[in-house]
DNA sequence: GACTCGTGGGG
DNA sequence: TCCCCAAGAGT
């Protein structure tokens, strides 16, 4: 059974396999960026990003040289943003105990900030070649699968499950490949729904194929329905048309980018804020996995920078333009197309939701 | 163990 | 339109 799912799983991978650009490397570094970027993240998203962040930080040790500002501002649009202040504090941990090498040791690689039990075990197998299991959400769904594991299969147990199953199943000489071969076939073929098993090379070892269940396999856990917050923003603008902004504090939600002042932030700190008895300039919802943001932004004057306050670490003056060229959320950069598009700011209202499909992809320099 | 943390594609 | 869920990690 193990050497029949190993040969055909391999068999079908070699065969198939997309011809992704971090394919063509073995640089640990570069499959270290893919890995994390990939956390959460679908590899078609990953692709642009990685490619632009290996020619602007080449190296572990262009990336610890780097400020942490830079690193951030390459992250813009990625989300989960500690991911870009991990891998930045890592990289200059490589450089301080390993001289500038990822170690290609499994422990010494979870011990790094950001990488936790997949991206070690992944980055072990496909840059070192260690025989260790990297379980993903796509392994999960397919070993739940093809022995129709009953469990949710995000439960604690049930992962300690996988992990186990996963580590006897790795073929011994082909632990990169074999992984990413069962991470693959999920992605494109053992999909959560409607999956093509009449094309699946594993279909004829599959329990839940036999049985019929795919459909209800793997068990999932509802999710919680999100919280619904609204912020309010100001826009406070000088004589020279630049906008007040701030940076957050590097930890929590958004840590370490810049965005519009939080009203609630201001009022805080500041004693001669006056907010425009007016309709909103803009306003947008963003939503986030257990959030429902709802943003507006509110026209106000302040005649002194105040001093920075919670979340913000600081606070500055500074041109729209040059705001996107700095680390800023997705939600961040569509409230500023907001503002700077006529047709939307001569609207008494600007409107748009992150569901907006027409709001796509604001000018970013 | 339960929460938090982004964003976007696809059904 | 809404819901699901991505090559998860940290607290």
Same mark, same amino acid.
């Given at each position: ?13 070699? /065969? ?35 490619? /632009? ?10 990336? @610890? ?5 830079? !690193? ?21 941990? !490589? ?6 090498? *990822? ?35 796509? !392994?999960?769904?397919? *070993?739940? /699968? ?62 839940? +194929? ?24 100001? *826009? ?33 700190? @500041?004693? +001669? *804020? ?11 919802? +963003? ?13 106000? +004057? ?64």
């Amino acid at each position: 059974m193990i050497a029949a799912l190993r040969s055909r799983l391999l068999a079908h991978y070699r /065969r198939t396999a997309r011809d992704l650009p971090f394919r063509r490397t073995r640089d640990p570094y570069a499959i270290w960026i893919c890995e994390v970027m990939a956390q959460q993240t679908r590899l078609q998203t990953v692709l642009p990003y990685w490619e /632009r962040w290996m020619a602007r930080f080449p190296t572990v040790r262009a990336l @610890a040289d780097a400020p942490l500002g830079d !690193v951030l501002a390459a992250w813009t649009g990625l989300g989960y943003y500690a991911r870009a202040r991990s891998l930045h504090a890592a990289a200059r941990i !490589v450089v301080d105990r390993y001289v500038g090498q *990822l170690p290609d040791d499994l422990l010494l690689l979870r011990a790094l900030p950001g990488i936790g039990d997949y991206t070690a075990g992944a980055i072990a197998s496909i840059a070192f070649g260690r025989r260790v299991p990297a379980v993903d959400g796509n !392994v999960a769904r397919v *070993l739940c /699968r093809v022995f129709a594991i009953d469990e949710p299969s995000d439960a604690p147990a049930t992962r300690r499950q996988l992990w186990q199953l996963a580590g006897t199943l790795v073929a011994p000489r082909a632990a990169g490949d074999f992984n990413q071969a069962l991470m693959e076939l999920g992605a494109l073929t053992c999909t959560p729904r409607s999956p093509s098993c009449s094309r699946c090379p594993l279909a004829p070892l599959c329990t839940a +194929h036999a049985t019929g269940r795919t459909a209800e396999l793997p068990r999932r856990t509802p999710r919680r329905p999100p919280r619904a917050l609204t912020i309010d923003l100001a *826009l406070i603008t000088d004589p020279r048309g630049r906008w007040l902004v701030g940076k957050r504090a590097p930890q929590g939600r958004y840590g370490g980018l810049w965005e519009l002042p939080e009203l609630a932030a201001l009022q805080s700190t @500041a004693a +001669h *804020l006056v907010v425009d008895n007016t309709p909103p300039l803009a306003e947008t919802t +963003h939503s986030l996995t257990h959030l429902a943001l709802r943003y507006r932004v509110l026209s106000a +004057h302040l005649p002194r920078l105040p001093r920075a306050a919670p979340p913000y670490e600081l606070l500055r003056r500074i041109a729209p333009r040059a705001l996107t060229q700095l680390g800023v959320s997705a939600a961040t950069l569509r409230l500023i197309a907001m503002l700077q598009t006529p047709s939307w700011t001569t609207a008494p209202i600007a409107h748009r939701s992150s569901s907006a499909k027409a709001s796509r992809k604001s000018s970013r320099g």
